[in-house]
């Protein structure tokens, strides 16, 4: 038999053997039929194959069991694709020495055609009994022929969910692969990009034309902005790979008031033609991750310098307000449509725009996944004149949510201790 054949028979053998109300309804047609004999066959073009049983009669069938075809009865219902009823074979000429009852001693039979949701023959549903049995052929077959519909919905239901949870580790598989790749290519591109720069460095303090040093300008620039590509490809593929960003919590203003007024600093050393107005309101200690806020604060610079409107200044806020600590960035520019706004911060989301060209679309996602991890949110604020994309996040949400993480780990790393123990 053909390889592709037998394995999509054997694949729906094992969902029929998977079905437990199968079961159920083969003990509903035996005892409605009073007849001791009930399966549900798959039929090929040559053999007649058990997929599912019930016999309390000894006809010393089992499940997988094989016949060829034109040994069986169902070799006429798989011809005629119709229901076939036969109350006492002794008393048919056509069926008294048919190889079936000459072997199995059947005298009643009852059988009807199974298909697939594409109309194919699938197989059949039999009844059969030593005894002869007188039928109300109407009944029996609309009977039968309404449990093989419930069976053949059973079988394309089951194939359904199957094929889905298929696709769904499929995808979960390239998924995870992509996400790796990502990781490592992003990795093994800092070292290059952090020689360029440092040459780059090293060449600017020598005395050099003018000309030269523009062009050395011009790749340190670009090394800087490959590194920011790569920083947020890694922080794409680890949010990606483990589960989401993770902080680094610590309460030191003085470190986030530094980490924020470098992230400036470096925009404004990488675009020395834009205008921006700072200001900064941190009287007081409280915990957060302030190399991640400064990474949020860098991707919203980055993005009101592409967007915004040059002529305007860009203006940047942090500070505490009502126990909340907040970040904004607001730059000058055409008003963002609101069906733009629901799509910002999705992944690999990008304006169709000339600005947009070099990016990736993951540097607003990046922004909501740090949000998120410290337990607060970003919103866009946009009319005709000005857009601000503000960053807040609750201090006390953020340590209740912190502590009661690291509770739960705790405790869940102290019962695995006590299990090996």
Known sequence: ??????????????????????????DIIRLKTDMGFAAITRVTEKEWIVAHIKDSLQFNFKKGDRLPLPHTICSEIKQVKKPLLI???????????????????????????????NNELLGTLIVMDRDAKSFNTYEITSMLNKYACMVSSQIAMKETILQTNRELMEERRLAELRDTFIAILGHDLRNPVGTTRMISDILLKQSLPDNIVKQIEIIKSSSYRMQELIDTILDFAKGHIADGIQLHLVRNKNQLLSTLSQVVAEAKALDPSQTFKCKFEIDKDFPCDPDRLGELLSNLLSNAIKHGDRKEPIVVYAGIKFGCFEISVTNGGKRIPDNTIKNLFKPYYKEISEQNRQGLGLGLYIVSEIAKAHSGSVEVFSDSLNTTFQFKMNIKKLLSEYYNFNKTKYISNAKLANMKN
Not at 6 to 16: A, R
Request: proline residues 4%.
């Open 87 to 117: 109350e006492n074979m002794d008393e048919s000429l056509k069926y008294t020495s048919h190889p079936f009852n000459l072997i199995h001693k059947c005298k009643s039979f009852a059988g009807v055609p199974i298909y697939k949701n």
């Open 1 to 26: 038999m053909d390889n592709t054949l037998e394995f999509d028979i054997q694949k729906d053998l094992d969902i029929i053997n998977d079905l437990k109300i199968l079961t159920e309804i083969l």
